[in-house]
């Protein structure tokens, strides 16, 4: 199958410099990419990444709930 797209010139320039620093055809690199993007599990945009995941936080910091009794109730919505 053949397809034809439009790249913007910096999209090309970039795929043409990537395609002679691998030493590879460019429409060899293209193809490599594109499935690379089609066997790679699609991520959600909604998911953490793997570095919030992981984080631990700080052990010594103190908990959010210790912090309640000083917040003031909150105030009575003026109706008219």
Known sequence: MQITIDLPPDLEQDLIRQAAQSDVPLQ??????????????????SQWSEAILSYEGI????ALDSYRNE?????EPELF
């Open 28 to 45: 060899t690199l293209i193809l490599q990419a594109l499935r690379r993007i089609i066997q790679t599990p699609s991520v959600s945009t």
């Open 71 to 75: 917040l003031l109730p909150p105030s």
């Open 59 to 62: 052990p010594d910091f103190p």
